[in-house]
């Protein structure tokens, strides 16, 4: 994998795939360049040889032979992520938690961080911040710092949870499309989106 951080390919994670699942993987990837119509039956594939809810080793090793396949094929990253996180998605394959002591040990601390601000709502932390900021001290500025975070935390997870429903609405609109076998209806649909 190309990005910022070294992958260590462990003897656990190594052990995951036997050489028919590896191939499987390899194929299935490589079928998500050949066009639309081979994407789901590949995608379906990577699910079958993963799993749904596949341990910290499964998912990196086989997130690992994606990545190094597509790179091989001379893939941007971009288009790397992008296709990968089309892939969980459309999927339902779940990233499991990593059994690194140290990750655990940093989510703990995250999750406790945030515990702080669980009872507060976001108008509350923002006058929390503003008087924090009214009279700065590094102490306080430390404090709105945090603050600062948690609102623009909230704000990202809020726009998955839109995100996640527009995606939603979009597939059960384009399954209702392609129910439509008549031109008449094609028109005034098309009509309809063109006045928006």
Same mark, same amino acid.
Request: aromatic share 6%.
């Given at each position: 994998?190309?990005?910022?951080?070294?992958?260590?390919?462990?003897?656990?994670?190594?052990?995951?795939?036997?050489?028919?699942?590896?191939?499987?993987?390899?194929?299935?990837?490589?079928?998500?360049?050949?066009?639309?119509?081979?994407?789901?039956?590949?995608?379906?594939?990577?699910?079958?040889?993963?799993?749904?809810?596949?341990?910290?080793?499964?998912?990196?090793?086989? &997130?690992? /032979? $994606?990545? %190094?396949?597509?790179? !091989?094929?001379?893939? *941007? #990253?971009? +288009?790397?992520?992008?296709?990968?996180?089309?892939?969980?998605?459309?999927?339902?394959?779940?990233?499991?938690?990593?059994?690194?002591?140290?990750?655990?040990?940093?989510?703990?601390?995250?999750?406790?961080? &945030?515990? /702080? $601000?669980? %009872?507060?709502?976001? !108008?509350?932390?923002? *006058? #929390?911040? +503003?008087?924090?900021?009214?009279?700065?001290?590094?102490?306080?500025?430390?404090?709105?710092?945090?603050?600062?975070?948690?609102?623009?935390?909230?704000?990202?997870?809020?726009?998955?949870?839109?995100?996640?429903?527009?995606?939603?609405?979009?597939?059960?609109?384009?399954?209702?499309?392609?129910?439509?076998?008549?031109?008449?209806?094609?028109?005034?649909?098309?009509?309809?989106?063109?006045?928006?």
């Amino acid at each position: 994998m190309k990005n910022s951080t070294t992958v260590v390919k462990t003897a656990d994670m190594l052990a995951q795939f036997d050489e028919q699942e590896n191939a499987q993987l390899v194929s299935a990837t490589l079928a998500m360049d050949e066009g639309e119509d081979t994407i789901a039956e590949a995608i379906a594939t990577i699910a079958v040889v993963l799993g749904t809810k596949p341990s910290w080793a499964r998912y990196s090793m086989g &997130r690992i /032979v $994606f990545w %190094e396949t597509l790179q !091989n094929q001379g893939k *941007t #990253e971009d +288009a790397i992520k992008s296709k990968w996180q089309r892939v969980r998605k459309e999927s339902g394959i779940v990233i499991p938690e990593s059994d690194d002591p140290e990750a655990k040990r940093k989510a703990e601390q995250r999750a406790k961080a &945030r515990e /702080v $601000f669980s %009872e507060k709502s976001d !108008n509350d932390l923002q *006058t #929390e911040m +503003a008087q924090l900021l009214a009279n700065p001290t590094i102490a306080r500025l430390d404090s709105a710092k945090k603050i600062s975070k948690e609102l623009a935390t909230r704000q990202k997870e809020f726009g998955k949870d839109a995100k996640a429903e527009v995606l939603a609405l979009r597939k059960a609109i384009k399954a209702e499309i392609d129910r439509i076998d008549d031109i008449i209806m094609f028109e005034k649909l098309l009509a309809e989106l063109q006045s928006y």
